[in-house]
């Protein structure tokens, strides 16, 4: 996948395109990035999205705006795993805001990025003051000769998919949830960095995996899959949180204790599967008590890969065997 910052003042190159933060590239994303690849081949044009940089809404309320659920990064990566040709992204400040409607749908999505298919959301909205509409998209089609296609809500369940109720399920540690929301278990990723050595002093020694999520949408400890260490996923325990028996206070921190491995894991870039969550982060009298239960813990993780492989191997057997 080809990855432009910015949009050029004018292309030749026509596109599919559609438009959208894509904050989690949920079922409802990945419906869009469908119905985006089929218009392309349809058209036999690169199938690209525009995303913006920080969040709109990072950017004019910074201290309420809802965690974040990718980093870029992980996002651009979410993006290619679902055949898009080309990201666009636009970098959201001042002089961005101010653009008007029209001018969005002249300067941005018609001179600098070809576009011949436009998708947007049935709620979508744009420009200054938020005036553009899915409206205004049909009614400038025909002057500026693109399409354009409305992508209903998806249901799932009765509810609609969508990053705030992606976020919900991650807060409560609703992760079977998110799983069915996203379509995939929610993953971090990060490079792993020295931290201060206290997993080890205590028995268990962990991997400190470097976030660029400031406020991660989930915190507590969990049964993890670890991929970038082999060829396939490990087994892990992770905690996420500021470990508060530790330090009085700091930035998240996200650790993980492989089981049974022993080996160097510095700097090796790794993504966290989250699987499932058994508890949230709690503050203990002293070290003993803490290295207690972070062994329970451990046994725990343990018992629910166990299951988790006998339960895996059962419906193996069924199939092979049926009743």
Known sequence: MRVTRGIPAATDTPAALTIGNF?????????????????????????CVLTFEPHPREFFAPDRAPTRLTTLREKLELL????????HICRFNYRFAQTTAE???????????????VQVGDDFRFGSRRAGSVVMLKQAAPRFGFEVAALPSVLLDGERVSSTALRQALA??????????????????????????MGRKLGFPTANVQMKHNRPPLTGIFAVEVHGVGRGPLPGAASLGVRPTVRLQGAPVLEVHLLDFDGDLYRRHLRIEFLHK???EEKYADLALLTKQIALDVENVKAFFHRRDAEAQRKVKGQIFPT
Not at 23 to 47: F, I, N, T, Y
Not at 103 to 117: K, N, S
């Open 103 to 117: 001018d969005f749908i002249e300067h941005i999505v018609v001179r600098g990025l070809g576009a011949r298919w």
């Open 23 to 47: 904050d989690g590239v949920h079922l409802g994303h990945q419906a869009m990035l469908a119905e985006l690849r089929r218009a392309a081949a349809r058209l036999g044009v690169p199938a």
């Open 80 to 87: 290619a795993s679902f055949g898009v040709d080309r990201a």
């Open 172 to 197: 409560a540690g609703e992760l079977d949830r998110a799983r069915r929301l996203s379509g995939h278990p929610y993953s971090i990723t990060g490079r792993v960095v020295h931290g201060d050595g």
């Open 278 to 280: 058994f508890r949230d």
